[in-house]
Structure formats: C-alpha cells, structure tokens
C-alpha cells in the first residue's frame, strides 16, 4: 500500500516522482494486461483504515463501474511492495484502488480521447478524495494523460470468463489492427461500446464489447458485417 502522493507540481509529476531514466522505447507498444481467474489475496481485500477513512474492499470480481480523475504514480514507488505483496513495476500494467479486489482487471477509458487500456489491480490508492485510480507509468502513458498528470477516466471492472465480445479482426501488426479500429469509429457511429486493441496469442486482435449476453453480441456482429462486409467472431473473456 503506498502513501497518497504530494501535491501536484508543474509537469504533472509528484515531487520526485516521474519517468525513470530507462524507460523502455517501445511502452506505446506494451500489451494491456489479460484478463484471467486468480483466488483473491488472502489479505489484502481486508477493510482498512487511512488518514481516517475506512475502507471496504469489494469481496469478490463483479460488474462495477465508476467515473472521476485518474492520476498515475512512477519512479518514485518503483521496486516497493504493492499491497498484494508484489514489487512495483512502473513498466507494467497495473493499478492502485481503494476497494476493487486484489488482483482484479478493470477497463480504463480517457474519456477526453477515447484511448483505453486494460490494467491489473494490485495495489491500493490513491487515498485522495479527489481521485479514484491510481495507473502505473505505462498505463498512463498509453492512456495519454502521463504530463497532464491526472484525467478523466472511466473504470470498468473485468469479469473473467462472462463477458461475450465481438472480435472484428485479427491482425500479426498493431498498426492494421489500429487502422481497422479507426474505421470502425468512423463508419459505425452508432456503437456504444468499447472499441479495443487487444494482444493475445502472438496477434492483434480488435474487440468490441463487452456485451451481457451471445445474442446481443451476435446481434452486433450482425451488424458490423453487413456494414464493414467481414466476418465477426464472438469471443468469451
């Protein structure tokens, strides 16, 4: 569990905190963290107590969604114990929450530029009343958000194994699957859900969803095919 960070200073960054000095070239590239079933933490999902405020993790993965300010934390935390017991990977994709079950996976979308990730819960924070997620380094950067320091955001929770997507495509470079990714929001105007690029199995792989059931995910892959003239696959997450 970390401590809530300083003041915002010019740049975005918390005192010392920021970008380390090697980072890898390649972050805009790092595949989103994939979801999976994993037995909570023995005892980081116990209530808690900081500066006064109590705190009751949620016991178990369920829906839950939520807006308000993301920030991000960085060098500053790298290589400390998260609250799961794990060291702090700046690089990697991971997330601090006040309640949502350690390890769980949210969705988190920059609602002022429509980018989302997925990342892993393993840590808690942020302790600010102002904010409601804490992203590792590369998180935010891919978010885009990493010199503002702070952003709009909305976080869904991943439930593993019961959310049914339409799988648009599948692709051996990012840059095909994000340019199918730019076309569907440009031709399917009328999605509601989230569009995502995805890495799994050595391929980039274009999602949209997630839907509560097969029929009205097929219901939309109906749609996309006769508007895009290809063929959706359903995919279970």
Not at 198 to 221: C, F, I, K, T
Request: hydrophobic residues 35%; positive net charge; without cysteine.
């Amino acid at each position: 569990m970390k401590p809530p960070p300083e003041p915002q200073s010019k740049g975005g960054y918390y005192k010392d905190d920021g970008p380390g000095e090697k980072a890898p070239p390649n972050l805009a590239e790092l595949p989103d963290a994939q979801p999976k079933a994993e037995p909570l933490h023995r005892y980081a999902n116990r209530p808690y107590k900081v500066f006064g405020t109590d705190y009751v993790p949620l016991a178990r993965v369920q829906p839950f969604r939520q807006r308000g300010v993301a920030s991000w934390y960085g060098k500053r935390f790298h290589g400390q114990k998260t609250a799961s017991g794990e060291l702090y990977d700046m690089y990697a994709m991971t997330a601090a929450h006040p309640t949502l079950p350690i390890p769980s996976y949210v969705r988190v979308t920059h609602l002022g530029n429509g980018r989302n990730i997925v990342v892993r819960v393993n840590d808690r924070g942020p302790f600010h009343s102002a904010r409601i997620i804490d992203l590792s380094y590369a998180a935010a950067y891919k978010l885009g958000y990493i010199q503002a320091g702070s952003a709009q955001v909305e976080v869904e929770s991943i439930v593993p194994g019961s959310d049914v997507y339409v799988q648009v495509g599948a692709f051996s470079s990012r840059e095909s699957a994000e340019s199918l990714r730019t076309r569907v929001a440009n031709e399917l105007t009328w999605l509601t859900e989230t569009v995502q690029v995805l890495m799994a199995e050595n391929l980039w792989r274009l999602h949209v969803g997630p839907y509560r059931s097969q029929d009205d995910a097929r219901s939309a892959a109906e749609r996309i095919e006769a508007a895009l003239n290809l063929k959706p696959l359903l995919v279970v997450r």
